[in-house]
């Protein structure tokens, strides 16, 4: 698919999932973002905001199967990759899928389990299959993860290990509407009999797929690597930062910059481009020192702070 093709297809997409979604443009951009970067998507914020109903229009605007696993303190490994189960008829063992064996899977409330069940999803995020028994079985393809999660400070809650945080291409939180687009909700609620609002497929599977490689043709300069190798290489320098981003996350900034770039339908990466996509794409990787966590450093501000500091290349 061509870029310009592929950015229409997008703009359907986000006008769609638009049409059931009360946010901004900025959070349903982010949103693509990550999927179209062949990434993974973390949603934070406190329940009833349209986490939930973002993941579920998205999937339905992509034409992909989607499956819903609702994370609690008791859900095991097996209950998410699916297990073995014995046929007594031929006397053998069959797999049962688990509800991980879809195109989207919305983890919800991902922080509710426990990390021994949260690692289940760790193999299939980065590799796109699951092994159970020493058996791997791959997961249908486009799969991409959407996981919600509450902040930390909520009660039922386990802080996400730091290998979980790093599988993800992008964070974001969709926050409160303001008042506009409050009250644009109720009268849309009016308009309706169903207590959730729907939206229509506006792509096929296969379009999907085409549209995630479309960044592949986009054009970086080599002053541009040397942009982002200088913002990651920054962040482990940082005195409030204990660990800074992994060059997995220097790549993702680079995935998620070609991606911005054929939303935009642009075939050649911006510094603008780098600056839109590095505060979602690497601040939920940095892990902060004790101090910096009881001065209540925020992680965004250091991204931001260094994006002001390091010297924008002339492209």
């Known amino acids: 698919m061509e870029i310009p093709e592929a950015s229409s297809a997008l703009e359907s997409v986000r006008e769609e999932v638009g049409s059931a979604v009360v ?10 973002l990550g999927i179209v970067a062949r990434g993974h998507v973390l949603m934070e914020d406190v329940p009833g905001t349209g986490k939930t109903l973002t993941a579920r229009s998205v999937a339905t605007a992509l034409g992909l199967s989607f499956s819903r696993v609702q994370f609690t303190p008791d859900l095991l490994p097996s209950d998410v990759t699916g297990t073995n189960v014995y046929n007594e008829r031929d006397r053998t063992f069959e797999f049962a899928d688990g509800p991980i064996f879809a195109n989207v899977v919305l983890a919800d409330e991902i922080n509710r389990a426990p990390p021994k069940t949260q690692s289940a999803l760790l193999e299939a995020m980065e590799e796109g299959q699951v092994t159970v028994d020493g058996e791997t079985h791959q997961l249908p ?3 991409f993860v959407m996981a919600t999660q509450n902040p930390v400070e909520m009660e039922g809650t386990f802080e996400l ?14 926050g409160y509407p303001d008042e506009d687009g409050e009250v644009e909700l109720l009268k849309r609620r009016r308009g309706r009999d169903a207590l959730s609002p729907t939206v229509e497929s506006v792509l096929a599977p296969g379009d999907v ?14 002053d541009l690597l040397d942009y982002m190798a200088a913002i990651a290489r920054a962040t482990r320098d940082d005195r409030r930062v204990e660990v800074g981003v992994s060059p997995r996350g220097t790549q993702r900034l680079f995935e998620s910059a070609r991606a911005r770039a054929v939303i935009e339908g642009r075939e050649f990466v911006t510094p603008d481009d780098v600056k839109w996509v590095a505060e979602p794409t690497l601040a939920h990787r940095l892990v902060l020192t004790p101090d910096a966590r009881v001065d209540d450093v925020q992680k965004e501000s250091i991204v931001q702070g260094i994006l002001d500091e390091i010297p924008v290349p002339t492209v």
């Not at 946010?23 to 693509?32: G, H, P, S």
């Open 23 to 32: 946010a901004d443009d900025e959070f349903l951009e982010t949103v693509l």
């Open 141 to 143: 393809q486009p799969f």
């Open 161 to 174: 290990p730091e290998a979980q945080v790093d599988r993800f291409a992008v964070k974001t939180a969709i």
């Open 209 to 222: 797929e085409a549209v995630r490689q479309a960044p592949e043709a986009v054009r970086v300069e080599d």
